[in-house]
């Protein structure tokens, strides 16, 4: 396990485009959340144990938000060939087990995740209406200890977008495990 930290996104840059097979054996594409006031794209996987440690507090602020209209979309990049785990049927298990109430989807190609610049799991994009990039930072400040968290930066940074909001600074850097690239 290499642990890396997000380097800042490029803030005002547009989101990239995607299409790809979700758990739900269907495609989905970035025009499918279009009517998303904010769309929250997570590069996240199924063996990590960064993105295990924050998984029901990802689970709890997709329920919590999209009522509000909040799009919240889950990638997995990384090979499913040498980490099976990270499979599509594993992931079919995860997100059950688990309750997801967010697409999960299979970036098999990596594309996506090049197209993104996603460096690790779990890496998170907020993207406002206009999907212009607002937020590329951590969940909260206690990635691996969820009794200790104090300050829950990606929720504050998706409220000051559904206000009319600038998002708060400084963004700090998301931490995880490298994304597994193909050989």
């Not at 279009?34 to 329920?63: D, T």
């Not at 930066?153 to 700090?172: D, F, H, N, S, Y």
Request: negative net charge.
């Amino acid at each position: 396990m290499v642990l890396l930290y997000t380097p800042p996104g490029t803030m005002g840059a547009a989101a990239p485009d995607f299409s790809l097979p979700g758990i739900d054996d269907r495609l989905h594409a970035l025009a499918d959340y279009a009517k998303a006031p904010v769309l929250v794209v997570m590069f996240i996987c199924n063996h990590c144990p960064y993105v295990q440690a924050v998984e029901a507090r990802l689970v709890a602020l997709a329920n919590q938000l999209q009522p509000q209209g909040v799009a919240f979309v889950g990638i997995n990049s990384n090979d499913p060939v040498s980490y099976p785990e990270d499979n599509m049927d594993n992931m079919k298990k995860r997100a059950c087990d688990h309750h997801y109430p967010f697409d999960y989807l299979m970036d098999e190609s990596q594309e996506v995740a090049r197209a993104f610049g996603a460096v690790c799991t779990p890496d998170f994009f907020v993207f406002d209406a206009a999907r212009t990039l607002r937020y590329r930072g951590r969940l909260d400040d206690a990635p691996r200890n969820p009794t200790a968290v104090r300050t829950q930066e990606m929720k504050r940074a998706i409220q000051a977008l559904l206000a009319g909001e600038t998002v708060p600074e400084p963004q700090q850097a998301s931490m995880g495990c490298s994304l597994k690239w193909r050989e």
